[in-house]
């Protein structure tokens, strides 16, 4: 019987406890110690689109809405029949441009033997000449036959600069497509979770065309807005707390890291008591990665709550929002 009346007991504090800390932060913030200030928001987290970069058929799809990934993890494989076969062309047309310039060279060495021998007959020509040897017709003949291996010699040297200009563009294609076929491996950029599947094996999309939505567990986050006597003290970096709807009895700690530089009217999503046409600013705290990260599993996006965000630094949180959620709860 003391057992049960134990049990009992524990159990009926504990929820007095959470209903303690539920109406600490309800939405009539009067109960807020100086130096507090809350507001109602959502979980949210940065949306990413899982797109290919340029057109094409959808050759699996890996991941399933709802599903974990880490970064890295192929998500989507596009088909790349076509790129493959334009790949080994590619491939086939840097080699010949090797062999070009390679025959090139080999005629670079021929005119250069040719160059040098002409110039050999011009010396010749020329001891000639000065001793009278040889008529005036035989020199120009010989000076000409220099100039015109010289000419033969530049083209051939001007043929292998050409060939290597070919190469290094065959060789560049040959990149492009390889970093095409890259490309069409698609992986996710950080961690997170697929919220929506856009796309089905054998489709076709165009390109930037989405065929996941992936929310980044990277970036987790509530937005709140806060009238402009209340934005206008808090600093970046604040400290603040999380309290979910879910999970009344805990509070999340979290960061200001954002306050817009700009009032807008109250969005219709957000219930406040004051009035809608009131000018507030968005507020934004986000949740340290680290305790992300400990609880990737179980976070979600679009939980209600309240975040209660600190002033000033002397200011003691009041213990009802120094709860934190225990390990064990998600075990």
């Known amino acids: 019987m003391n057992k049960i009346t134990g049990a009992t007991l524990a159990t009926a504090a504990l929820l007095l406890l959470a209903a303690a800390a539920y109406l600490f932060v309800s939405e009539n913030g009067a109960d807020l110690p100086q130096g507090f200030v809350q507001g109602n928001g959502r979980i949210e987290a940065e949306q990413v689109e899982i797109a290919p970069a340029r057109a094409g058929r959808v050759a699996k799809v890996l991941a399933a809405e709802g599903s974990l990934a880490a970064a890295g993890d192929v998500l989507v494989e596009m088909d790349t029949?076509?790129?493959?076969?334009?790949?080994?062309?590619?491939?086939?047309?840097?080699?010949?441009?090797r062999q070009t310039k390679a025959e090139a060279e080999a005629l670079v060495l021929q005119r250069q033997s040719e160059q040098r021998r002409a110039a050999h007959e011009l010396d010749r020509a020329t001891a000639l000449l000065a001793g009278h040897n040889i008529s005036e017709t035989v020199f120009e003949e010989r000076e000409t036959a220099h100039q015109?291996?010289?000419?033969?010699?530049g083209a051939a040297q001007a043929r292998v600069a050409t060939a290597d200009a070919g190469i290094a563009a065959a060789e560049a294609e040959v990149r492009r497509i390889a970093a095409q076929i890259e490309d069409s491996t698609l992986t996710a950029p950080m961690p997170g979770r697929v919220l929506y599947r856009l796309a089905e094996q054998g489709e076709v999309v165009a390109a930037g065309g989405p065929i996941l939505t992936l929310l980044s567990l990277e970036n987790i986050y509530m937005d709140v807005f806060l009238p402009a006597r209340e934005a206008g003290l808090l600093p970046i970096g604040a400290e603040a707390r999380i309290v979910l709807d879910a999970l009344p009895e805990y509070a999340i700690p979290a960061t200001v890291t954002f306050v817009s530089p700009e009032a807008q009217f109250t969005p219709?999503?957000?219930?406040?008591?004051s009035e809608r046409e009131q000018l507030v600013f968005r507020v934004r705290v986000r949740i340290p990665q680290d305790l992300v990260a400990a609880r990737i599993e179980h976070v979600k996006t679009g939980l209600r709550g309240i975040a209660v965000i600190r002033l000033t630094l002397d200011s003691p949180w009041p213990e009802a929002l120094e709860r934190r959620i225990p390990p064990e709860l998600f075990e």
């Open 148 to 153: 015109v291996a010289e000419a033969v010699l």
């Open 81 to 97: 029949d076509e790129l493959s076969a334009v790949h080994d062309r590619a491939k086939a047309e840097a080699a010949l441009a």
């Open 268 to 273: 219709k999503q957000v219930e406040t008591l």
